[in-house]
């Protein structure tokens, strides 16, 4: 069996992104990828600890390159088809650096975004029922 061209490491423990990763896991291209929810306690691999994982999002190249925050975001969005301009636009500084202080300004609004997805969602779900 061939080895997926990107590893894409997430906190599936966090509503935010598992909404956003299944979002991702629908688009054509996705089946190539191989999704790992760092929450499940699953190993890694070199140079990713399970603590650094859930702290920011982080990909793997085939090639064993691990890339994390707007970088990794960049690569996810180039190996799918559809997202591959932006991708590659964000790839590129000063495009790329921009895209990292996006990344960095929204890591530390993160719980609070979670406990009120985590409310938000729930409210929703009951009123269906």
Request: glycine share 8%; charged share 25%.
């Amino acid at each position: 069996m061939n080895s997926p061209e990107l590893t894409i490491y997430y906190d599936g423990s966090c509503p935010l992104c598992r909404r956003e990763i299944a979002f991702y896991r629908r688009l054509p291209g996705a089946e190539r990828l191989d999704w790992m929810d760092v929450s499940a306690g699953a190993p890694l691999g070199e140079g990713l600890s399970c603590d650094a994982a859930m702290r920011r999002f982080h990909v793997r190249e085939a090639g064993g390159r691990l890339l994390s925050g707007g970088a990794a975001f960049a690569r996810l969005w180039r190996a799918l088809p559809g997202w591959r301009t932006l991708g590659w636009c964000l790839a590129w500084p000063p495009m790329s650096w921009r895209l990292e202080l996006a990344y960095r300004a929204f890591l530390p609004l993160r719980p609070r975004l979670q406990r009120l997805a985590k409310r938000w969602w729930r409210d929703a779900d009951r009123s269906l029922q």
